[in-house]
T-cell receptor, first 118, second 113 residues
Framework: GAVVSQHPSWVICKSGTSVKIECRSL??????MFWYRQFPKQSLMLMAT?????????EQGVEKDKFLINHASLTLSTLTVTSAHPEDSSFYIC??????????????FGEGSRLTVL | GDSVTQMEGPVTLSEEAFLTINCTYT??????LFWYVQYPGEGLQLLLK?????DKGSNKGFEATYRKETTSFHLEKGSVQVSDSAVYFC????????????FGQGTRLTINP
């Protein structure tokens, strides 16, 4: 199957700093990418949907100024957590879908990035 | 809104045991249903899916049947292996080709030799 890679897989930062997480589709062009957040023992919560070359669509309750998403190319989307605080500590997961017609549910997921804010 | 509820884990079984992981959903319309699996250190992978009532999805010995009358999509395998140890997520997507997936909380499965 297609490969999606996230970087870094684990990051620790001080409160007040910003952290950028990259999501790359390695062997296909991802017209749409999704960013999820997962708390311990809880399900993945969709944060936003990004389409290449356009602004991301955020889910209700997600602060767009806090979680900046950029999808500037067909193989790269970035999530920047701005002015991070301990409550932002979480596991962030991206997924990507190629530009095929229709939705088959076959999203390809990255390995996830664990953010710890001290 | 749409939601998915999975049986709580962790689940620990011996090799060759029968596996059932329960999943029920709440949704308007006619969602598609999925099971994803996450092996240690890897991203989620699609395990199987069903797009309409009474469909059975199957892959790698796993099966799940879309039961609209009970709003369920339970995952089963007749004889599990150590290599099946992973976290399993049930998910749905709304009808009309919606792209968004709604996930259950995941069930960690450990198979002992």
């Amino acid at each position: 199957g297609a490969v999606v890679s996230q970087h870094p897989s684990w990051v620790i930062c001080k409160s007040g700093t910003s952290v950028k997480i990259e999501c790359r589709s390695l062997d296909f062009q991802a017209t749409t990418m999704f960013w999820y957040r997962q708390f311990p023992k809880q399900s993945l919560m969709l944060m936003a949907t990004s389409n290449e070359g356009s602004k991301a669509t955020y889910e209700q309750g997600v602060e767009k100024d806090k979680f900046l998403i950029n999808h500037a190319s067909l193989t790269l989307s970035t999530l920047t957590v701005t002015s991070a605080h301990p409550e932002d500590s979480s596991f962030y997961i991206c997924s990507a879908r190629g530009g095929l017609v229709g939705f088959t549910g076959e999203l390809f997921f990255g390995e996830g990035s664990r953010l710890t804010v001290l | 809104g749409d939601s998915v509820t999975q049986m709580e884990g962790p689940v620990t079984l011996s090799e060759e045991a029968f596996l059932t992981i329960n999943c029920t959903y709440t949704a308007t319309g006619y969602p598609s249903l999925f099971w994803y699996v996450q092996y240690p250190g890897e991203g989620l992978q699609l395990l199987l899916k069903a797009t309409k009532a009474d469909d059975k999805g199957s892959n790698k010995g796993f099966e799940a049947t879309y039961r609209k009358e009970t709003t369920s999509f339970h995952l089963e395998k007749g004889s599990v292996q150590v290599s099946d140890s992973a976290v399993y997520f049930c998910a749905l997507s709304g009808d009309q080709g919606a792209q968004k997936l709604v996930f259950g909380q995941g069930t960690r499965l450990t198979i002992n030799p």
